[in-house]
């Protein structure tokens, strides 16, 4: 199903960033098109998706690197997707936890998972420090929207501790992952792995078409993830609100 951009969201700024270092690829210059809208519909939101572009908060943006074109979109056809084994060893270790859909909720809970993910990212990684009060989670989690939803994991054995948390977008066509944190000493492995899967067994049994994922870029190693769930589809190039997006299809993932 493609759908065509209408003009009924309200656009309060829209932006193109100057070109900065790239968090990705550091040897490249990045840019973000930045849209800043209110009002946006499920189809809207889904014709966005289609075209390449994410959400967050009431931000979308999508690359607009002049020199580079490493960002590609990947999304997942639904009724075509075959987790491989260690995706689908993943979703049995988790398989003991509760899963709830529902709206953001906003809790000292669940700034608390979030403040010990990012730190242990910090310390792995070699994260900037992002502290986040709940007026910041609910701009950038739980900002009002349609098609917004949560997908928390809890672990009933140890008194339904929320070991694991998701940001969905669900447009009644597809799901787009927004973002997904844990809970680094209690989460079962490879929880994020066993989101994914969840959320293509989830599309598939609601007659949603796709899951998308954001950006692939191959050069990066901590976005390679994407690229081992399949089949799946990239996107060519940026079509223009009005033109038909060309999808094709990824090469296959490798197995493990």
């Known amino acids: 199903m493609r759908q065509r951009l209408r003009d009924v969201a309200r656009l309060l700024q ?12 550091p040897e490249m210059q990045a840019s973000l098109e930045i849209r800043l809208q209110v009002d946006v519909s499920p189809a809207e939101l889904e ?3 289609e075209r390449g572009w994410r959400r967050f908060g009431p931000m979308y943006f999508r690359p607009a ?6 960002c590609v979109t990947l999304r997942i056809p639904a009724a075509t997707f075959q987790p491989s084994k260690s995706q689908r060893r993943a979703r049995k270790n988790a ?66 501790r929320l070991v694991g948390l998701g940001i969905v977008d669900d447009t009644g066509v597809s799901l787009s992952a927004v973002y997904f944190f844990w809970d680094p000493e209690h989460a079962p492995p490879s929880l994020g792995t066993a989101h994914i899967v969840m959320l293509c067994d989830e599309a598939r049994a609601r007659g949603h078409e796709h899951v998308y994922l954001g950006y692939r870029v191959e050069g990066c190693t901590s976005l390679l993830y ?18 038909l997006p060309v999808w094709r299809p990824g090469r296959a993932p490798r197995e493990g």
Do not use: N
């Not at 690197?65 to 490493?70: L, Y």
């Open 14 to 25: 829209h932006i193109t960033e100057p070109p900065h270092e790239c968090i990705y690829l």
């Open 47 to 49: 014709a966005m998706l």
């Open 65 to 70: 690197c002049a020199e580079c074109q490493e």
């Open 95 to 160: 398989a003991h936890l509760t899963r709830t859909v529902g709206r953001p909720l906003i809790d000292d809970e669940r700034l608390a998972l979030y403040a010990r993910w990012h730190a242990a990212r910090e310390k792995a990684r070699g994260w900037e420090e992002s502290p986040l009060d709940a007026e910041r989670y609910a701009f950038d989690f739980a900002f009002q929207h349609p098609c917004v939803r949560e997908v928390s994991f809890t672990d009933p054995s140890a008194g339904d």
């Open 226 to 243: 994407k690229g081992r769930y399949g089949p799946h589809e990239l996107l060519e190039g940026r079509p223009e609100p009005h033109a």
